[in-house]
């Protein structure tokens, strides 16, 4: 049984900073794709950071490129997402996700395309 379990969540300023984590238990994510995505009030939930765990390799949705940053430990089987500078438009649900295959360079920014999610933590920047 795979568990995502967010924490880290709160309220924040603008300007500030914030890391959320995400601790994955029940199987090796060694092939796995992990993510981050949020959902805002009255909005659909968005691709916001991505990470392959065997390489490293990272994705970023353009609205946080260059202030969020996501990482892993392989040692505690846990994904970070730091949120540098945060906006209040960056307030929102923040979702772990994993994906165990993809296929596609496009699949990373799916929501669809993982399969386990993780319950969220709330994150509101103040302005």
């Known amino acids: 049984q795979v568990l995502l379990v967010e924490s880290g969540g709160g309220l924040v300023q603008a300007g500030g900073s914030l890391r959320l984590s995400c601790a994955a238990t029940?199987?090796?994510?060694?092939?796995?794709?992990m993510g981050w995505f949020r959902q805002a009030p009255g909005m659909e939930r968005e691709f916001v950071a991505g990470?392959?765990?065997?390489?490293?390799?990272?994705y970023y949705a353009d609205s946080v490129k260059g202030r969020f940053t996501i990482s892993r430990d392989n040692a505690k089987n846990t994904v970070y997402l730091q949120m540098n500078s945060p906006k209040p438009d960056d307030t929102a649900v923040y979702y772990c996700a994993a994906a165990a295959e993809i296929r596609y360079y496009s699949d990373i920014y799916a929501e669809a395309a993982y399969d386990y999610w993780g319950q969220g933590t709330q994150v509101t920047v103040s302005s």
């Open positions: 990470i392959k765990w065997s390489s490293g390799s990272r």
């Open positions: 029940g199987r090796a994510f060694s092939s796995y794709v």
